[in-house]
């Protein structure tokens, strides 16, 4: 929270500078588990690959925050094809957590990102406790000595081989173990991406939060299946994949709304937001910021398009700050 | 470069059955796309359907952009309903493409493969040797206008309603095991056989055909794969295909072990969308 | 499982007496919970209300079975509107359960439907396992002296006042409870309608099946939000609602087939169905019938055009019987 | 009975800026609406938008359907992309509609409102004081032709732009308390006031404001309510609206108590689309 007033401390003092004769820019900065993003707008892990490919479709600086495609200490070749199916307004993925591996990433990927004067939030798994623990230490120990990483985020919705493969994410207990290991083993502000598989997500995000967790992330995909009628089979090679896109978007907003009344860290809220309408339902909520996912997909331009439309939003409102908008639901 | 645009349709009309043909002008500046290339392109108004669907690059030409495309299911049925002065997004040109062929070629196009096959036939005319497949003589899309273009054209339908019924593999090796010792009609005598190459796009057990023939016989080819496609930019990873290659390995922390499977795998994923569409057919392990 | 050993026994006679030289009807009757049913598809509590209204539609005798809007023994006002709002590819509702409370659903409406030899399930719910043991008393005094009520659907999916209004169907104890004591107030067969908002359903289905449910029916609808950006204000008067419709169709197929490997009892698939194809996809996950719901709404004649097209299905792929396609998918 | 059937649009075109009217010709037969009844529909053709939207019938006449629709959000803006030749479905008749006016009467119609209120104007010609209010001139719809078919108009706009600057409650408030004193205008002298029938259709502001003038001066009126609908023939209970009335008590088991509050309230909830969209303004318990 020591956080938070530090943020209006600054935004007081720019206030201040802001002439008030001009329809002045309003301010989006948000701070975040110890970071300040320059508008709420981050990417959604797996949706943005490590950034690369969307460079030339817009200028990387304009993003809140840049979220990688999960990694893991390992390297992982995936699932086979077919991976993904389009469902109605959404589609279900099973990528099966593909990545290069965290040292792959710092050789090859990092020194890009680097460039851009834009937070680097490097998501991980594991499948293993152990697994967790290493890649959170390899990626701290980047941060420390050449910098580039500005938090971590943890994927909790994959299965522990320790314990007859439930998803770490969806047991108290388990996620417990995994998150606080993890921060006893990095000093990055730690970001835990909730599962939305769960009878009760508000709990998930308090144990989180008593474990150690400077902020929590949520939705990730939701578990589902598509069948092909003629052949019987079902359409992902891996049988079930998780959904996402604008079909879960009235689940993940009521979550965020749940877990914004339920714990005092902040909260990143996504799960089909698909223009600036959609990332605002998310901060009216209680959303400190949203992360944009499958959006990308289907516009490569979809988060500037987000922030320039809740920037017309905010002027059109005559809100100067975006603080007025996060948690301004009115019940 | 200008990758992602909003154009105008031009046209859309009924091409043959459930074939289309797309117009589109763009709107802002664009890259101009070469064969093989293709683009993700709105299909819709709505959210449903969401996603971008790719199409190979049919025609380019007087700053309007073509598209070949075949009524399959959501996606397609949705794109066949717009219309004329409706404004859509694309995504392109995307992939690697063909890599342009060196004098004369063969072009191996099943169904509405020739839909990518098509620009080569007409950047390079009557350099192509074209074997051309479908299912019907309905399904045989071009004929003439592909005749016109092609240095010679065999044609197969799989039941026999136009040309050699069959599927166009037979006809392929049939031409490369008879007609290729004429040296005449190939190329110079005494080139070597390797310098031959073929484009092929069809279904994939076509390409998988046409793989082993071109094995055997030693005759590079360039195949172009499809894959569902989410983002059609590299960034899902839902198009992967394996090709041959060696997973690099990490050193990992004690009490960390690699996949046992994975580390003893002489593949690896490699993307469609980017790496691809089109791949040198004898590095795709195919599964 | 006796009672599909029967199932397949009629057949066979049945098939007997067809003439082989024409394209026979195929087979679409199937057993559930000791019911005979002439098709597969049943109608969804809540989107057909006492089937009034969709008897001017069409025949409501072809229908596999009617499920009506679920009743309390205490009648109900239900919430302020807005109750619905659509969402992408789905729709929120809030309805609040309104319903003429089963005293009056027996004097006034259970005549009309009397007269159609379809069979009819009533939905039924209440506050307390008092109210539920109540209602289901009621409903088996009536069937057993009056006849018209063919089987009980108990929906789970509302809070239980006892114990910090809880959701019955969320917590396996609570649960367990209220279907153990409703089965012990009733001897007609006993449909227990599963929440999906939960961790793991395969479990809520055994807990059902442990306490001596004859079937289980799911999804109900998933907890969801919609907020109003300009006004600022939830769009429902009761701030979360139900999300249904083919938006939840990818989870609710994993949620059947998930429930079809976990227990015996015969499974009901719902959620998302629009078309035959969206019902076949469900029999091949496992399910032994379908409910249609929200396409109730959109094409009120949803039922029929679902029955005519799965037929269709079977004869263009040559399947005789149904019973060959309920289970029947290749993983 | 044929209320579930196909048509096809026959326009679909810009009345007003924002406005658009919809002509629709029904492929099998349909049953004949009356003014106040409405129609569900299909306003795209995919699952986005899913559910079909509710529309006043505006006019009927040789075998079309018109309907007048202001673009509001998703659903309309999808039904604004059809186009002629297109086929949709429909669902209606439905509701009560008004109840047919004896001799002179009252209409009062706030913006898109006309749409309802046309019909009766339509049908009962020149038998109207047609009040008509919207926020500026260019949501003045059908303006010469609502003219033409009224005893008398009387327009109001919230800016002023055309006719009268203010709430068209407040010329229907004037109107009767001045001009229908002058016994010439309305009825037969000595009439009682309250034969006079005002027939209202706008904006939820706009009828609690009519419900306010009537109720003072004992004079009958019937409103067409809005509310959300997801089905529109009654099954759904999304439409619901709090009207006059007592909810029958049932006797119940032991233990088992009544929600306090619902047992001492005076009001029951009736459905829009069945018991309504009219409904007797007096019988309207406002929230
Ligand atoms: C690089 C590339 C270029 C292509 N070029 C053309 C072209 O020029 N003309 C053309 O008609 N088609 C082309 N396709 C195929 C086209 O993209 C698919 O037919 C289309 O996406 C199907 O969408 P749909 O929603 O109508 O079908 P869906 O309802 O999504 O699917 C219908 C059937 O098609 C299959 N399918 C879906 N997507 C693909 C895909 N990407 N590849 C293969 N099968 C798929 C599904 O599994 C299903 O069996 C190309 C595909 C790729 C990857
Ligand atoms: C019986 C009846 C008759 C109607 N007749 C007409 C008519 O003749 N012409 C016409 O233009 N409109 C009419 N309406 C209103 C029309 O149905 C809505 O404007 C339309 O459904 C909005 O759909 P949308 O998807 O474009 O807007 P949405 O995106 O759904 O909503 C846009 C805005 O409209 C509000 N809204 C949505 N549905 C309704 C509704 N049913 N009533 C009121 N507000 C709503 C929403 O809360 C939101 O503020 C009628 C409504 C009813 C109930
Ligand atoms: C193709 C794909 C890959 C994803 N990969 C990851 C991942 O590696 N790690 C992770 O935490 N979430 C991953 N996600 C989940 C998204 O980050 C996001 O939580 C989810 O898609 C919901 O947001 P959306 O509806 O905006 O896409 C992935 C989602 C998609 C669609
Ligand atoms: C308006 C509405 C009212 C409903 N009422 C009930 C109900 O009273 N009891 C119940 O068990 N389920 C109720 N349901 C849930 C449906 O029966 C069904 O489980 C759910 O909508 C998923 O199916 P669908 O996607 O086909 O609609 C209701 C659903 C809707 C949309
Ligand atoms: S389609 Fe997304 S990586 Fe190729
Ligand atoms: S709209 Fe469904 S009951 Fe009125």
Redesign the pocket.
Known sequence: MGIKKEGFKKRKTSRGKTDKHEPRKPNMSVDIAGLRLKNPVMTASGTFGYGEEYSEFFDLNRLGAIVVKGLSIVPKKGNKTPRIV?TSAGMLNAIGLQNIGVKAFIDEKLPFLRQFNTPVVVNFFGDTVKEYVCAAEDLSREAESAGGIHALEMNISCPNKQSGWIVFGTDPKIMKQVVSSVRKATRLPLIVKLSPNVTDISLMARVAEDAGADAVSLINTITGMAIDVKSRKPVLSNVIGGLSGPAVKPIALRMVWEVCKAVKIPVIGMGGIMNSRDALEFMMAGASAVAVGTANFVNPAATVDIIDGMERFMLQEGISDIIDIKGSLRV | MHRYFKAKITGNVLFNKDYRLLSVSPLSEFAVPSAGQ?YMIQVGNTLD?LLK????I?RYKNNTLK????I??????SLSALRQGDTIQLVGPL?NGYQPPEGNFIAVAGG?GI??IFPLLERFKKKAYLFYGARDKNELLMLSEAGKLSRDIFISTDDGSEGRKGFITESLKDFLDTQLCAPTIVSPPGAPRSDLKIYACGPAAMLKEVSKIVTSRNIKCYASL????ACGIGTCLGCVTRVKGQSKTSRLPDGVRERKEQATEDWIYKR?CKEG?VFDIEDIVWE
């Open positions: 389009e | 293709f359907p669907r790719p199409f190979s049919f598209f070949l495309y075949r399959r299911g959501k996606g397609t049925n992939g509405i839909a990518s499809e894959e569902h496609m469609v569409p």
